[in-house]
Nanobody, 120 residues
């Protein structure tokens, strides 16, 4: 069972930045497309950014131009640089695999996530 450990969240003012990290265990990270998902209170979990094994990326319209996803296959780690944060970015952020870049996967296993709170 691959373990996913998200970190880097916190409380930030609107316009600020955060960098999320996702450490994964197991040997499958480098062969899987990966993504960052988020779930705000009362809303469904949504895919906000994804990256292929070769580095091709895709972003939800709501974060395009503000968020940057990257990966370090040597460290089995996924990153999300979030700039110009808005209150509507407030959510718990999770990493997980995706079926393909831009295509969410309904996984049965999720890490604990990391809370991002953006104050106005």
């Amino acid at each position: 069972q691959v373990q996913l450990v998200e970190s880097g969240g916190g409380l930030v003012q609107a316009g600020g930045s955060l960098r999320l990290s996702c450490a994964t265990s197991g040997s499958t990270f480098s062969i899987n497309a990966m993504g960052w998902y988020r779930q705000a209170p009362g809303k469904k979990r949504e895919l906000v950014a994804s990256i292929s094994t070769g580095g091709r990326t895709n972003y939800a319209d709501s974060v395009k131009g503000r968020f940057t996803i990257s990966r370090d296959n040597a460290k089995n780690t996924l990153y999300l640089q979030m700039n110009s944060l808005k209150p509507e970015d407030t959510a718990v952020y999770y990493c997980n695999t995706v079926w393909a870049v831009g295509v969410a996967r309904q996984s049965t296993y999720w890490g604990q996530g990391t809370q991002v709170t953006v104050s106005s």
